[in-house]
């Protein structure tokens, strides 16, 4: 098996996938208009409770950056395990075809999904009043903490739904995901919560990003919470991208 | 003569329960292999260890004289698999799925096009070819999951009950797609509950029951085992066909139909040495007639265990 035939096999399998994301207009209409109604719901509705100091819509845009992501990744994770229960799968893996190319094609359609729902955040939060601050350089920056974290939580979503295997457990992961962010500082800081929650969200990997994102765009303190992220990021595709793939490519024993 | 499947000992558990209890199989190479079984028999379970998509307890196989444990990636390039369960992209239309599979054979561009386009019109899909295979009827899918499977010629071709839920007309086009394909050069396994389907396409039958092959030859063969032509004998009334049940050592007998069918190696003289006895007895006889033993019997009396 050849890298040349690996790319080629991965090319196809990508056009599959991101076809299948823009024929699903029911769930690619609710991943448009998920980011534009949390912004509204965040900041018209709980932003004037927020006491975060400043305007809340410059404390929450990574939160709901990532809270969009989790969903974007959850799509995933449930399109992966509505494939493995179809008899299309099992084509696949009978066929030489390189191992991760299935797994490729779902995440660079997750990844694709996600940068336009992210560019919908970011377009809505500037129509509401997001101020950044941020250089081009720390745009830049910011594009790449997006890409790492939407990489990672797809393969790991990918991963999650090829050992959930079904569409409905694939689901309740896909809840997990969204559930996080509220414990983190997505929306509150963390020295509001209790201790013990506290604990949870400081060192979730999820606030890392977050923290990272806003110092990028707000110029709050970033100190090392950006190599944490990193850490973390790499570290999920480490496990997640040869799971998958030998996941996949393995013989099931059921 | 090479075989193209060479399995030995295929073992295959769920929990307690032995699904396949050490199967041996050969399937010659160039041959049309049916494996016969009811419900739950296990055939499916045994195309997929085959196919490389399910790892057996214990047992080997070589496909093509390839190593089906070690060297699954061999075997997968020899090899092409129609699933009991069509394995389309129902939200694909026709033609992308034909496409898409031609592209992963990595087919040349200007040569997968021209497959498509051939199989388009072999499989009678031209006019839906844009149509999202999700919007597709029964038969209609089934084409298009054969078509996918013909896009290059493999050496082994696994049909798991590839005419399931079609009407007659286009199981007879898929019965002739196998027939084209076999003067082609490949080898089928084919597995069906339509005994018709494998007495039509198929060299040898193996009937597959509790985990086990029960029995295995060519159609002939296997009705031969269960006795050769009867001779049916209609009476007329009850105490005819006493006397005809205590006379004649019948194989079997109907009493509701008044019916006993008697052996003959279907020879004239036999016939007409057992009319004359039926005559000197005296019985009031209704009809006669011939019958051969069908696959139908052949299964009906090897599978009787499990169905009990
Ligand atoms: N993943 C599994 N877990 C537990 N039991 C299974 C599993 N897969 C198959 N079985 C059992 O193995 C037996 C054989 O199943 P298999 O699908 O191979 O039968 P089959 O001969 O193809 O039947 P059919 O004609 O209905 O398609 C069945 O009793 C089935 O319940
Ligand atoms: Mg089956």
């Given at each position: ?26 769930a690619?209409?609710?991943a ?39 969903f974007g990744a959850g799509t995933t994770?449930v399109s ?33 999904r ?141 | ?308």
């Amino acid at each position: 098996m050849t890298l040349s035939t690996a790319v080629l096999d991965s090319r196809v399998m990508v056009t599959r996938s991101v076809r299948r994301s823009f024929r699903d207009p029911e769930a690619f209409f609710t991943a448009l208009m998920l980011p534009v109604i949390l912004m509204l719901l965040f900041v018209y509705v709980f932003g004037g409770a927020m006491n975060t100091g400043g305007d809340y819509v410059n404390y929450v845009v990574p939160g709901l950056l990532l809270l969009c992501a989790g969903f974007g990744a959850g799509t995933t994770s449930v399109s992966v395990a509505q494939d493995m229960s179809n008899g299309i799968v099992d084509r696949f893996r009978s066929m030489p075809i390189h191992g991760s190319s299935v797994m490729v094609g779902h995440i660079v359609a997750s990844v694709v999904r996600n940068l336009i729902a992210t560019a919908l955040v970011i377009g809505v939060a500037l129509l509401v009043g997001w101020r950044p601050t941020a250089s081009p350089l720390d745009w830049i920056a910011s594009i790449g903490v997006v890409l790492l974290f939407v990489l990672a939580i797809s393969w790991l979503a990918a991963t999650a739904g090829l050992l959930l295997g079904s569409p409905e457990a694939a689901n309740g992961f896909s809840m997990i995901l969204m559930f996080l962010p509220y414990v983190s500082t997505a929306f509150v800081p963390a020295d509001t919560m209790p201790s013990w929650m506290r604990g949870f969200a400081e060192h979730q990997p999820l606030t890392p990003v977050i923290e990272t994102l806003r110092g990028l765009w707000m110029g709050t303190p970033i100190d090392h919470q950006a190599w944490i992220a990193a850490a973390w990021c790499v570290g999920i595709l480490a496990v997640s991208v040869p799971a998958a793939s030998s996941l996949f490519g393995r013989r099931t024993s059921r | 003569m090479t075989y193209t499947v060479n399995a030995t000992g295929l073992r295959k558990t769920y929990g307690d329960h032995v699904v396949l209890d050490g199967i041996d199989l050969a399937v010659a190479t160039g041959s049309v292999f049916s494996l016969l079984g009811p419900n739950g028999a296990g055939k499916t379970t045994l195309v997929r260890i085959l196919a490389t998509l399910l790892a057996p307890d214990s047992g080997t196989a070589t496909i093509a004289g390839h190593d089906l444990l070690s060297d699954p990636l061999a075997v997968r390039k020899v090899i092409s698999l129609t699933g009991q369960y069509a394995a389309v992209d129902e939200v694909l239309t026709a033609e992308e799925n034909l496409l898409m599979m031609a592209q992963l054979r990595h087919l040349p561009r200007k040569l997968a096009r021209q497959r498509v386009e051939d199989l388009l019109a072999e499989f009678d899909l031209v006019d839906a070819r844009a149509r999202r295979v999700g919007t597709f009827s029964g038969g209609m899918t089934r084409r298009l999951d054969l078509a996918i499977s013909m896009i290059e010629r493999p050496e082994l071709l696994f049909l798991d009950e590839p005419t399931t839920g079609l009407d007659p007309r286009s199981r007879e086009q898929v019965w002739g797609t196998v027939r084209q394909l076999v003067d082609d050069g490949v080898t089928i396994l084919l597995t069906t509950q339509y005994l018709e389907e494998a007495d039509q396409l198929a060299d040898r039958i193996a009937v597959l029951d509790g985990g086990s092959i029960v029995a295995e030859g060519t159609a002939a063969e296997l009705k031969s085992t269960i006795g050769g032509e009867l001779l049916r004998i209609e009476l007329a009334d009850l105490e005819s066909y006493g006397r005809a049940v205590a006379h004649l050592s019948p194989e079997r007998t109907d009493e509701r139909l008044l019916s006993v069918e008697v052996p003959t190696d279907g020879s004239p003289t036999e016939i007409v040495a057992l009319l004359a006895r039926l005559e000197r007895e005296g019985l009031a006889v209704r009809k006669v007639t011939t019958v051969h033993p069908s696959l139908d019997d052949v299964f009906f009396t090897l599978t009787e265990r499990s169905a009990a």
